[in-house]
């Protein structure tokens, strides 16, 4: 791995009980039908009177695409400027309410738990609990899971 | 809803026990970086030279584009025929291997649970464990999550 670049944020950045709320992603009707189409053709996602008709009462985005808005938000706030390798998975993840074209999303994060990695001791991870809101301040998903961080090297 | 449409699957197609192996999802490198760039630009997704020298050894596909081609592979085999009203949420998720464009992928499911929904007689709830492989037969990534579909309309 490159030693060369120097982040702002690695393991050591993230300690339990850490928190952040970031983000305003604008949802719009053309990327929910581009990603649905391609990724989730379902009715209630392509199809506007199917939409209404349905359990969510109006075309909405895929829950896939909810998951990819929320990491655009966190690579925008912090992991392209941390040194992340990754995620190994998440533990529980909750669709609560529809996404619809016209909402504004944000994030709340907040750390569960760090701890460095035992078969990688340059390596640690981070258990966080985010939940995205819609612009109305509802809950619409929420994640929590696990990032991998270099730690931070000795100055 | 509209009570019109036949499907041919409905929770009564979903039993406890219930195996299903479909797919053959090729990955391009164009969709990887399409993908990348709108919703997880970090370096391994979208800079050749820094994947190579990362963990995974080369450039490969978000996490989240691996859940979006698994759900198109889903949605081509059961979901588009079926009476699917959607999910409320994803148990457990794996990224196990990192995908790389020119792999193809699989999918193999297994039916955990299957009840009726308390609150809506008419609807059943699925739970279904998913198994995505890569070419060699390695799994890439596993996930355990909850499905809603209607229950078979009296004949």
């Not at 349905?54 to 985005?61: E, N």
């Not at 035992?118 to 609990?129: D, I, K, N, Y």
Request: hydrophobic share 45%.
């Amino acid at each position: 791995m490159s030693a060369g670049r120097r982040f702002r944020f690695y393991w050591e950045d993230f300690p339990v009980g850490h928190r952040m709320a970031f983000g305003a992603y604008a949802v719009t009707r053309e990327a929910t039908l581009a990603f649905a189409r391609e990724f989730d053709p379902q009715p209630f996602h392509v199809d506007e009177a199917a939409a209404r008709d349905s359990l969510f009462g109006g075309l909405c985005a895929s829950g896939w695409h909810t998951c990819a808005m929320a990491m655009r938000m966190m690579c925008d706030e912090y992991l392209l400027d941390s040194a992340s390798l990754g995620s190994p998975g998440i533990d529980e993840l909750r669709w609560l309410q529809p996404v619809f074209p016209g909402d504004t999303l944000s994030m709340q994060m907040e750390v569960l738990q760090a701890r460095p990695m035992a078969s990688r001791p340059a390596v640690g991870l981070v258990q966080t609990r985010w939940e995205m809101r819609n612009q109305h301040g509802q809950p619409v998903m929420t994640m929590q899971g696990w990032g991998m961080f270099r730690r931070r090297p000795a100055a």
